[in-house]
């Protein structure tokens, strides 16, 4: 049983458990339940007692500070998406959008082996553990690498399936030994690591120095898949000579730019509206040029229609203005049937994404065929089509 409170799911809020409390669609805190805490916020206070024993998922109100009215928040089980919304930065961060396309990309699966590097923030790490079958996370940075290795034992991920390195991979590769700043338990007679990993990623400034060490630590029997995460094109470009260098094939560069489409209703505007409009500027320009001539020649005077138009206090008055289907004017309310509409699709350009370019590519380290896995299997296949 693990304690990892990102996999798997459980009913009702417990004493201790992390859980995500919901404010608004870009307020989410991560907080712990402790019967005597209390979660405060501008509209009130929460007490942490009135929360546990409810299920997730579930509302919690309040009354508001001096008013009669409610405040409410959910509580919500942590996900590796809702993490990335709400954990905090320590560096730029992958988004679900990217980390998503990645993970589909490099076919992440039970049966990957992945390294990471840089943690950073350990975004993508969580999001990383909750898919593969290990993932070995290398930071430089001493301050972070402990941060992170702090988080990912409260969140139960390093003792499922993570294990964090501090390690500068540009200089050092990504061999663990014995004596290293590492969570990995070595057993007895080992003294490497076997990291015979099949999934790399690397968001470092430099990855075309980590490209180098990757052949020692990498499956040599299967097809290992590479992305790299580089905000600025020269790191592309850098990127590319490496992997051309050291032998990586079916290179290709993605940028993700992720998009919201809303339906919405538009008033159809015919020909006629448009010359009515043309007319009706045309008139006001005209009216406006005649009384600037009566206002120099001296012949404005209370018949004039603007100077009429005034209550009591001398304020003028303005008439009510009619609707305009091409600008200013009296609002139409979405829909009116007394106008034509159609479907039109809008974009919302809210959603977090193209924070860099995404570079995969492949390698295979021997190609030479096992005859005797490959006679195992066409045996197999054999036996089968028989029965
Ligand atoms: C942009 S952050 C990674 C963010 C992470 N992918 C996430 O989703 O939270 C880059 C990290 O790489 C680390 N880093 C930079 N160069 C490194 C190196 N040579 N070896 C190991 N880590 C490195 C930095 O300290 C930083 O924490």
Known sequence: MTNNCFSGYKDLI?????????VSRDNIKPVRMQSEGVFNTRYGSFPHKDIIGKPYGSQIAIRTKGSNKFAFVHVLQPTPE????????????????DSS?????LKCSPHSRVIEAGTGSGSFSHAFARSVGRLFSFEFHHVRYEQALEEFKAHGLIDDNVTMIHRDVCRDGFIIKRGDTTSYKFPNNEATASLNANVVFLDLPAPWDAIPHLDSVIATHEKIGLCCFSPCIEQVDKTLEALEKYGWTDVEMVEIQGRQYESRRQMVRSLDDALERLRDIKRHKLQGVERRKRMFSNTIDSN?????KRNGEGIPLTEKAKFNPFGKGSRIKEGDS???WQEVTKVETEIKSHTS??????????????????NEILQSKKDQSKS
Request: proline share 4%; aromatic share 16%; charged share 30%.
């Open 338 to 340: 007394n106008y034509k």
């Open 101 to 105: 396309y990645i993970m589909q990309r």
């Open 304 to 308: 004039d229609d603007k100077i009429e």
């Open 82 to 97: 809702l993490w990335t919304l709400s954990l905090p930065h320590r560096t730029q961060i992958v988004y679900t959008p």
């Open 357 to 374: 370019y995404l570079t995969f590519a492949f390698k295979i380290i021997d190609k030479s065929r096992d005859d005797e896995q490959f």
């Open 14 to 22: 417990e004493e201790d458990d992390l859980t995500l409390i919901w």
